[in-house]
Structure formats: C-alpha cells, structure tokens
C-alpha cells in the first residue's frame, strides 16, 4: 500500500521543469525574432486544468502563438532514445526536428497524433502547433520510486539543449509553423499513454454545471462508438456519481481495458444511458 508514501515525482514531472528552465538559461542568450514564454502547469493529472485556464484566460491568445513545445518526463533517456509526440500538428515539425537534432544526436522517435494525456493537448485544442518531448514509461510511474537517483542528468541536460535549440528555430522563423488538424490515431512509439485507458472524451474544462460536460468526443474513438457526443453531460460512469472532472479522473483510475462500463448522462434535458467499452492507447 503505497498511500501516504512521499511521491517525489523525479521524473514526472520534475524533470520537465528543469528542462524548462535550463532551457531558459540558454535562451536568454540566444537572439530571438519572437519572445519565448517559459510556463510551468498545475492540475494536469485532474485534466489539463492549468494548461486549459491559460488558453482560455487569452492571457496571451492562441492566435498569436507561433507554437507550444511540451516536455512532459524526459529524465530516463534510455539507449539515446528521445521520442517527440504530436508531430503532425504542423508540416512545419519535420524538418525543424532534424536540423535541430544534428549537433545535439539523439535517435529520435517520432509520433504523429497531437491527442495526448499531457499539457500540449491543451494547445492543440486551440488550432497551436505542438510538439512533446518524451523519455518512456518504466516501473516507477507514479510511484514512490520515481526519485532523483534514477534520473539520467546528462541526457535530461541534452534534451533541455535539443529544446532551447528548437525554440530559437521557430522563434526566428519568417512565417510561424501551421497548424494541421490529425485526426486521433492509435500508433506505438513509447508514449505514456500507452498505460492509459482510452476512452475518447474530450471534455469542456469551462464548465460550471453537475456533471462532466463534453467539448467533443474523438472519431473512431470509445466514446463516439457508444453514441456520445459534444454537449452530453455524464453524470455516472462506471456506477460512479459524477459531478465534476475530479469524479470523472477518480473513475477512470478505476476501469479496465476492454471492460465494459456503464454511462448515464444527459442530452437536451433527458436522461440517457450507453455502454462504453475502453481501449488501450497504443
């Protein structure tokens, strides 16, 4: 029973802060044609919910946002391997990613679906180009394990170099990336979400009202599947009262891949129920 053990969170997500600000030491003395904003969110593992409060709050409107580049555990760098997820949000990702990789010489992995449990999606939402950095899952996950002695300092430093780099690329581009829609995808590659369950809801994390309010559902997804769509209010699933996105996160943790689970939600004012039947995101 780990409950009440201290969980440092080394590698997730402390070693994205610290790419972050070493990052940030070394833009400092870049030259830059756009300024770069360093932004550290709380509230993910709930749903995104500092990321989504920036982006809604307009503190700097998405539209003026040339890009957004995550760094989401980076700190177990294993055999050189860094994956970079949500490629195919902008055509503009490949080549930035591969000029940007040759003084720094990672074996770059590469994934193309933006729809990630992590901060960028967040973006992504917003039509804002995005990119993920990303070291792999290991037995610490979440756990008290996850501390700084099994962190790989010297990649963690390569990785943060990788990141200033590419910032400064996309800062002093003449025309910023464009944004490309993806539809959701299910690939491997080493994401995180590979221990996740996939349900396909894309919650409204604006919402005030009882329930967990859907901004959308993915295509092809479990919840399009089982016939829910945007504007549907959960109020149950899986036998759990829902009345907010912490409910919704509480059930989660508690279902199975390919395990049916009940829903009951609301549509137009009228009470409805569907069987959703979670996948794996590969």
């Not at 040759?102 to 039509?127: C, E, Y």
């Not at 899952?137 to 200033?164: C, K, M």
């Not at 910032?167 to 995808?185: C, G, K, M, Y």
């Amino acid at each position: 029973n780990e409950v009440g053990d201290v969980h440092n969170g080394a590698d997730d997500n402390a070693s994205g802060v610290a790419a972050v600000l070493q990052a940030g030491s070394q833009l400092a003395e870049m030259q830059r044609e756009r300024g770069v904003v360093l932004a550290f969110w709380s509230g993910e593992e709930f749903g995104l919910l500092g990321a989504h409060a920036f982006v809604q709050s307009e503190v700097l409107p998405a539209d003026q946002l040339a890009a957004y580049i995550n760094f989401d555990m980076v700190g177990r760098v294993r055999d050189n391997v860094v994956t970079i997820q949500a490629v195919g949000s902008s055509d503009a990702w490949p080549s930035l990613i591969e000029r940007t990789n040759v003084p720094i010489g990672f074996d770059i992995r590469t994934q193309q679906d933006p729809w990630l449990p992590t901060d960028s999606m967040a973006f992504n939402l917003a039509d804002v180009p995005t990119l993920s950095f990303f070291s792999g899952t290991h037995e610490q996950y979440h756990r008290p394990g996850d501390d700084s002695d099994l962190i790989n300092y010297e990649d963690l430093e390569r990785v943060a170099r990788f990141g200033a780099l590419l910032a400064r690329r996309v800062a002093n581009l003449d025309e910023a990336p464009t944004f490309v829609t993806v539809t959701q995808s299910v690939e491997g590659g080493g994401s995180r979400d590979m221990v996740r369950v996939f349900t396909g809801t894309i919650p409204d994390y604006a919402a005030e009202e009882d329930g967990l309010l859907l901004g959308g559902v993915i295509e092809g997804g479990p919840a399009k599947k089982a016939g829910l769509r945007r504007g549907d209010v959960i109020i149950e699933f899986a036998g759990v009262t829902i009345t907010n996105i912490y409910d919704y996160t509480a059930a989660l943790a508690a279902i199975k891949v390919d395990v049916p689970v009940a829903v009951v939600y609301m549509r137009d004012g009228k009470r409805m129920e569907t069987e959703l039947i979670p996948t794996a995101r590969q």
